[in-house]
């Protein structure tokens, strides 16, 4: 959905994803994933909010590092 443009439906599918399984194997990856699409509908500070989230729960993740670096190029504080 997000290669399709269609990055409200990608940003609800990433939520559905994680909160069906929040401590899931894939929960790491939904949640990065759910903060980059949040940014890019425009909605900033609940991408930073998101991504924080992902090192806060899933800190020796790779989807963790990911968040930071998102953190960083979005200028969250």
């Known amino acids: 959905l997000q290669k399709l443009g269609k990055t409200s439906s990608a940003a609800r599918a990433y939520l559905e994803s994680y909160s069906g399984t929040p401590n899931g194997p894939t929960a790491p990856t939904a949640l990065l994933k759910l903060g980059v699409a949040l ?9 930073c909010i998101t991504l924080s989230e992902v090192t806060l729960r899933f800190p020796a993740t790779d989807a963790s590092i990911e968040a930071q670096a998102a953190r960083a190029s979005m200028g969250c504080s």
């Open 39 to 47: 940014d890019g509908l425009g909605q900033s500070s609940e991408a």
